[in-house]
């Protein structure tokens, strides 16, 4: 299993996300872009009578949650096209523009054709907006002036799937734009989980751990250790604040102090 945390982008194994056999928990719609009017003044060129399109823009996605079958952590999240864009225009009748309820049902016909789901409230919904706007706009100008609607609807099937991360190292990666290159920027979440659960406090420190152990302030951020904020110790015996570390940790596998390599 290949799980990959980049800096400004997520990415996952693709021949391991097609093969899932994963029912999508929900399917939901948003518009990419307001819908608006893109023309105005439309008429047929043979009787003059005014001419009401809807030109609607289909995109389909998926998104996938990957979670902490444990924990409940979200690991990553990836959401890619599904399939190819589509592409369709319809003419809406002119007696049924400014009748809302009329103009959302003829708009359900061409959207649920246009989506093959048997989602009838997505449908519904999706078919709802975009009869209600032309509906309205039809009003402002009383039906007598033919418009073309434009309408970008992305379709979104949301996938979860647990992970259980034991014995599995999740490394987290970030991208060199100057080499083009793929490189690890930082300790996996395995490794920030282990010493996590090895949190102490100022008051555990004794003697025992050694001169190195024994400083009373952290070197990344220079403040002194107090009783209440919690520590960690990597495994070259160096103490620091527990979140200190934890950002370090996040951009280098190494000590601040000694460069030991913590994986």
């Known amino acids: 299993m290949y799980?990959?945390?980049?800096?400004?982008?997520?990415?996952?194994?693709?021949?391991?996300l097609l093969s899932l056999s994963l029912d999508p928990v929900?399917?939901?719609?948003?518009?990419?872009?307001?819908?608006?009017?893109?023309?105005?003044?439309?008429?047929d060129s043979c009787n003059?009578?005014?001419?009401?399109?809807?030109?609607?823009?289909?995109?389909?996605?998926?998104?996938?949650?990957?979670?902490?079958s444990r924990s409940g952590e979200l690991l990553l999240e990836n959401e890619h096209p599904s399939c190819p864009d589509s592409h369709r225009s319809c003419l809406v009748p002119p007696q049924l523009v400014s009748l809302?309820?009329?103009?959302?049902?003829?708009?359900?016909?061409?959207?649920?054709?246009?989506?093959?789901?048997?989602?009838?409230?997505?449908?519904h919904d999706v078919a709802s907006n975009i009869g209600s706007f032309v509906s309205d706009f039809a009003k402002e100008r009383a039906g007598r002036q033919g418009f073309c609607v434009s309408a970008h609807v992305v379709i979104v099937e949301d996938y979860v799937e647990e992970?259980?991360?034991?014995?599995?190292?999740v490394p987290i990666f970030d991208f060199d734009e100057e080499d083009h290159a793929v490189v690890?920027?930082?300790a996996s979440i395995s490794t920030?989980?282990?010493?996590?659960?090895?949190?102490?406090?100022?008051?555990?420190?004794t003697q025992d751990d050694g001169d190195e152990s024994c400083c009373d302030s952290c070197v990344v951020c220079l403040e002194r250790f107090s009783a209440t904020v919690g520590l960690t110790r990597l495994p070259c015996k160096h103490i620091f604040h527990e979140?200190?570390?934890?950002?370090?940790?996040?951009?280098?596998?190494?000590?601040?102090?000694?460069r030991y390599e913590v994986e």
Not at 26 to 43: D, Q, W
Not at 163 to 169: A, C, E, F, P, W
Not at 243 to 258: A, M, N, R, V
Request: proline share 4%; with cysteine; charged share 20%.
């Open 100 to 123: 809302p309820d009329s103009c959302t049902s003829y708009m359900c016909g061409i959207v649920s054709d246009m989506l093959n789901l048997d989602d009838v409230s997505l449908c």
């Open 48 to 68: 003059a009578k005014p001419l009401f399109l809807v030109s609607i823009l289909l995109q389909r996605k998926n998104k996938v949650t990957w979670k902490d």
């Open 26 to 43: 929900g399917r939901r719609f948003y518009f990419g872009s307001p819908l608006n009017i893109s023309r105005t003044n439309m008429h």
């Open 163 to 169: 992970v259980s991360l034991d014995g599995i190292n």
């Open 3 to 16: 799980l990959y945390v980049f800096n400004r982008s997520v990415s996952i194994n693709m021949p391991l």
């Open 184 to 186: 690890s920027r930082g």
């Open 243 to 258: 979140q200190c570390i934890f950002d370090w940790l996040k951009k280098s596998t190494s000590c601040p102090l000694c």
């Open 192 to 205: 920030l989980n282990k010493l996590k659960k090895e949190r102490f406090y100022m008051k555990e420190i």
